[in-house]
């Protein structure tokens, strides 16, 4: 009977909490859902969706990467050739757009809208909504990466020299600059789950970083040459990896292994909010979904216009949409299923107020993690620790414990008792039994510290010698 009414009150609030269900493609008969376009998945849709995939053509600003706050409501691209845009996807409206006629290698998102970093020629910057620059942070060096740790305020670069910086960014304290000893790398990514950076190796190597440790947390071999892509799943045990030998390796994390490998070459990897993960090759964009057990099999596919290639693939928080910003310019296309359909406004509102906003914001603050709290199992925060193995007792320590405890047994006073049993060679013999009981517990601690010298190996007939020293033995073994 519990059992029914709980079930009752579950089915109640998951129609509270989830008025809006999520859909993937559904084939029928002998048809594939790689097979659908983009034509007619607008047909099918919405006159709301069918707005949101679009293709805005820069042929002379390009290559185009792209990047979304974290409510998935703006977003911003920067063209390799120093054009800045920032939009407001909900209305689809340009709130800002200029020249910083230097070269534009990424761009991310700070902890809102309000402020944005741009890795430039020489240094990364500091921007405002409005295009006003902000900071410089010439400690970072010739920046070719740049993500953000929204939990933590850490900004995170990898410059061309393979140097590893983080940066808070609501005190400017410089936190970290670690050397990786790879070399010079292109490739980094943060692990939404645990905050951890992963980083892809010329040599074929994915090392993952924490500000607080100078050497990788986990080093993984995991291509026969340069890694060109990595992406981590929301869960945060699921890794996608590619590289130029022309395999996508799906790794699980908690055991690190590969799940599934498929022979294809991608310059972008990213998940989605559901667990669909997209991959750039040229023109060409591939969507695989899981259909159980990290089987991953084709689910779109979409093939630009002839000679666009794709640098950047990225989906859109909350919307079936996946962006890419590509060389003549970015666009959206439609993957249905890809979002996750219900959000909680406590942790991300797309529709927020400026009001709201504000707030937010504070409450970030209030509740920011020091960079100590960046680890692989972030579960570890808050359990008990185990008790440490008691360390061994010196030799000294042993010796004066043995001495308390012949005093002690010395001092304990024998009773008296009749018909001879008093008499002194009995009282004498009865102490030093006592002696005797207090000290063996010790003595055989004493011997493990200072070893038993009646066992000691003597060098001879019966002593088993290496072939190298037996010429050295008085009596040379056979």
């Not at 590893?164 to 410089?174: I, K, N, P, W």
């Not at 928080?317 to 003549?328: A, F, N, Q, R, V």
């Not at 310019?329 to 299923?337: C, Q």
Request: glycine fraction near 8%; proline fraction near 4%; charge should be positive.
């Amino acid at each position: 009977k519990l059992i029914g009414i709980s079930a009752k009150a579950a089915a109640q609030a998951e129609k509270w909490f989830l008025p809006v269900e999520g859909g993937y493609l559904e084939p029928e008969g002998l048809e594939k859902t790689y097979r659908f376009s983009q034509h007619q998945l607008r047909d099918g849709v919405d006159i709301l969706n069918s707005r949101k995939p679009f293709d805005m053509i820069l042929p002379e600003l390009g290559p185009y990467t792209l990047e979304y706050t974290s409510n998935g409501r703006y977003m911003i691209v920067g063209g390799r050739k120093g054009h800045i845009g920032m939009m407001d996807m909900l209305s689809m409206d340009l709130i800002k757009e200029f020249q910083v006629r230097e070269t534009v290698r990424d761009v991310a998102f700070l902890h809102n809208e309000q402020l944005f970093a741009v890795a430039q020629k020489k240094y990364p910057y500091i921007y405002n909504r409005h295009g006003t620059e902000i900071h410089c942070l010439k400690e970072h060096g010739k920046a070719l990466k740049l993500q953000f740790l929204d939990k933590h305020f850490l900004l995170a670069s990898i410059n061309s020299f393979g140097q590893l910086h983080y940066q808070d960014m609501s005190t400017g304290e410089m936190v970290a600059n670690h050397r990786t000893g790879l070399g010079r790398t292109d490739v980094m990514r943060v692990n939404p789950y645990n905050a951890v950076i992963g980083l892809g190796h010329a040599g074929g190597k994915v090392t993952m970083w924490k500000p607080t440790s100078v050497k990788p947390l986990v080093t993984m071999l995991c291509h026969n040459g340069p890694v060109t892509a990595v992406a981590f799943e929301r869960g945060g045990h699921l890794m996608a990896t590619a590289g130029v030998d022309k395999k996508i390796k799906i790794w699980d994390l908690r055991k690190y292994e590969v799940v599934r490998t498929h022979h294809a070459r991608a310059e972008s990897l990213d998940f989605s909010q559901k667990g669909l993960l997209a991959a750039s090759n040229g023109s060409l964009v591939e969507v695989y979904k899981d259909g159980g057990g990290h089987d991953y099999k084709i689910y779109m596919k979409h093939r630009m216009v002839k000679g666009y290639q794709i640098g950047k693939v990225l989906f859109r928080p909350y919307e079936d949409i996946c962006s890419l910003g590509h060389s003549m310019g970015f666009s959206s296309i439609l993957v249905p299923g890809s979002g996750e359909a219900n959000f909680d406004t406590f942790v991300e509102n797309p529709v927020e107020t400026a009001k709201q906003r504000r707030e937010r914001e504070v409450h970030a603050l209030l509740n920011k993690l020091q960079p100590e709290t960046v680890m692989l199992n972030p579960n570890m925060i808050g359990n008990v620790r185990q008790p440490k193995k008691k360390e061994k007792k010196t030799k000294k320590e042993v010796e004066e414990e043995i001495e308390d405890a012949v005093e002690t047994a010395k001092s304990t006073k024998v009773k008296n008792k009749t018909k001879g049993r008093s008499k002194p060679s009995k009282r004498a013999k009865k102490k030093e039994e006592e002696v005797l009981r207090a000290k063996r517990p010790l003595l055989d601690q004493y011997k493990e510290i200072g070893g038993n010298p009646e066992k000691k190996q003597r060098v001879g007939d019966k002593a088993e010698l290496p072939k190298a020293l037996q010429r050295f033995a008085k009596n040379k073994q056979s």
